[in-house]
């Protein structure tokens, strides 16, 4: 069984009069409740893919099917609601609202998802005590460190209790303490049932996952052909 379908997946931007083809024809199935690594050197369409499957862009052409729902056919709202209920994605970058703090930061998508107040609040708690960052619910972003922002990104990213986790280089931006607690954290979404994504340089994320995919110039490719293009 298949969780995730993705048949001739392609992205082509158009620079001026060049294009670019940062997805050129990606076939991918993953199985549910597996950890997949995918790696690739800079510029190999790592992003793109993950950006597409969390209906955060949309392809150029081919098809995405996760839970049977395919994705590249629903609409804005449709694809809002498959965002907020199935996909929880971390940024390299946090990407946490600096007004606000940690607490309202992961009870933020809850607002979209019409969570009364008070159970809101009690949720992003809870979240934030799971991270274990409880101590820390009051601190706006800029009075955390790099690794306790990454916290509350993945706290946030699992406040609707997302089935699939989506999460870009959450570690590229942090020390290799910190990086451990958060691929840790993904360890234990994965053995909770979720099916989890991560781009990562990091070979120590390859302990932890269940799959590697490599990926070269838009396409997935194997370990040999990898090995072979990278090794110079
Ligand atoms: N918004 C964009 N406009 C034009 N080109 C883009 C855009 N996003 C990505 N690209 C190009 O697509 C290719 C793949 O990018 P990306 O998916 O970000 O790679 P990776 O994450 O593996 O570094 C690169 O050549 C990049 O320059
Ligand atoms: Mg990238």
Redesign the pocket.
């Known amino acids: 069984m298949s969780f995730i379908t993705i048949t001739n997946l392609r992205k082509t931007?158009q620079?001026g009069r060049q294009k670019?083809h940062?997805l050129d024809g990606v076939d991918l199935s993953v199985a549910p409740n597996t950890f997949h690594a995918v790696m690739?050197p800079?510029?190999?369409?790592?992003?793109?893919?993950l950006y597409l499957l969390g209906g955060l862009d949309r392809p150029t052409d081919g098809q995405i099917v996760v839970d049977g729902q395919s994705i590249s056919a629903l609409d804005e709202n449709a694809l809002a609601r498959y965002r907020r209920r199935t996909i929880g994605f971390i940024f390299q970058s946090f990407n946490l609202i600096p007004t606000l703090s940690a607490l309202e930061n992961v009870a933020f998508p809850m607002r979209f998802a019409r969570v009364p107040r008070r159970q809101r609040a009690l949720r992003a708690h809870e979240l934030l005590t799971r991270v274990g960052l409880a101590d820390r619910t009051h601190h706006k972003p800029t009075e955390l460190s790099g690794g306790q922002q990454q916290r509350v990104a993945v706290a946030r990213a699992l406040v609707n209790d997302p089935q699939l986790i989506l999460a870009d280089e959450p570690t590229g931006n942090l020390d290799t303490t910190s990086g451990a607690s958060i691929m840790q954290l993904l360890a234990e979404l994965h053995q909770n049932g979720r099916t989890v994504l991560v781009?990562t340089h990091d070979p120590r994320m390859s302990a932890y996952a269940t799959h590697t995919v490599h990926?070269l110039d838009?396409r997935i490719v194997s370990d040999a052909e990898y090995e072979a293009a990278t090794a110079f």
């Open positions: 931007y620079m670019v940062a690739g800079s510029g190999s369409g790592k992003s793109t893919l781009v990926m838009g």
